[in-house]
């Protein structure tokens, strides 16, 4: 079985900046690409970036280009999502995803990855 963990999330003043990490343990696998997904309150979970290995592409949702760098290690099943300039907007349950095996493109759909981390809390404060 997989786990995918993640941390760093907290609370930040608006303008601030946090960086999330996700780390897999068990069972060994070798993922083509990993993302970050969040859901608000009241809301839909939604894309908010996507590594991919294989590619060697990064891709970012609208709502978070410019401000949101997601970094990661292939090797070790490793994701990062530095986060800057962060607003009131962002506040939400962060989840990291993997996907196992081949990749043949960008993925935002949530049912393209296959393991899922418990999320955590990032809460921008005005």
């Known amino acids: 079985q997989v786990q995918l963990v993640e941390s760093g999330g907290g609370l930040v003043q608006a303008g601030g900046s946090l960086r999330l990490s996700c780390a897999a343990s068990?069972?060994?696998?070798?993922?083509?690409?990993m993302g970050w997904f969040r859901q608000a309150p009241g809301k839909e979970r939604e894309f908010v970036a996507t590594?991919?290995?294989?590619?060697?592409?990064?891709y970012y949702s609208d709502s978070v280009k410019g401000r949101f760098t997601i970094t990661g290690d292939n090797a070790k099943n490793t994701a990062y999502l530095q986060m800057i300039r962060l607003k009131p907007e962002d506040t939400a349950v962060y989840y990291c995803?993997?996907?196992?095996?081949?990749?043949?493109?960008?993925?935002?759909?949530?049912?393209?990855?296959?393991?899922w981390g418990q999320g955590t809390q990032v809460t921008v404060s005005s």
């Open positions: 995803a993997a996907r196992d095996g081949y990749c043949s493109g960008i993925y935002e759909l949530e049912g393209s990855y296959h393991y």
């Open positions: 068990g069972r060994t696998f070798s993922s083509c690409a």
């Open positions: 590594i991919s290995w294989d590619w060697g592409t990064t």
